[in-house]
């Protein structure tokens, strides 16, 4: 059975999505949860190796705004600063790829959306959030990122939902009966307080989801950010994970 490196909110960041790669195996199959695009400056660069090595990919809020401005009024100002650059700099080939990207991919054992089910881009944050997504699907193992932050919510067999950060990563072995929603975190712009990058590995056979945290040059980003003038205050985040 097949185990699948499972990548989200890459971010324009090459030197993470490269690092990435890096740990992932020749057989694995990827999968992109999205927002391949906006804040970081290497965006034409990620979009090709997304697509040219996905096993499937589904949109994220930065994708569809670099494509059409949607949602551009609710960014905060460096995200829409990063984005208008990004829209400047962004081929027709990489567009029209992401254009024709939907919002969500299914197979029989897991669901893939950038933020919820049916309401893609909302952002699950609490076991309110995720009860919400929950009866949105009959999908017994949900794949997010948006947040950009490493957790899960379990839907137990009593009804109850239980939550698990993973800032340091870590192993998450699926239980019978057990319904999951899982946060990759994020590639290229982790915000739960740890700067290493972050994606997750499920192997289908033996039922588990890890969590991989790594590092990657955080330095030569930050470089990349100053020289293409895109806010200051991206290349900072950086460095403290937030």
Sequence with gaps: MARYAIFSDVHSNIEALDAALALTRADDKLLCLGD??????????????????SFATVLGNHDVAAIDNFGLAYFNP?????????????NAESTA???????????????LVHGAPKNYFEYILDKAGAGRAFAATDAPLIFIGHTHIAEYYALEIDG???????????????VPGVRYIVNVGSVGQPRDLNPRASFGLFDAETHTINIVRFDYAIAKVQEKI???HLPEALARRLLVGR
């Design 36 to 53: 391949i695009v906006g804040y970081g400056p290497n965006p034409n660069e990620c979009v090709a190796k997304i697509r040219d090595l």
């Design 78 to 90: 460096a995200a829409r600063e990063a984005m208008k650059w990004t829209q400047r700099v962004i």
């Design 97 to 111: 790829w992401l254009n024709s990207l939907g919002y969500e991919f299914r197979m029989p054992e897991f669901l």
């Design 160 to 174: 109850s939902i239980t939550h698990k950060h993973l800032q340091q990563g870590g192993e998450v072995v699926l």
């Design 226 to 228: 100053v020289s293409a």
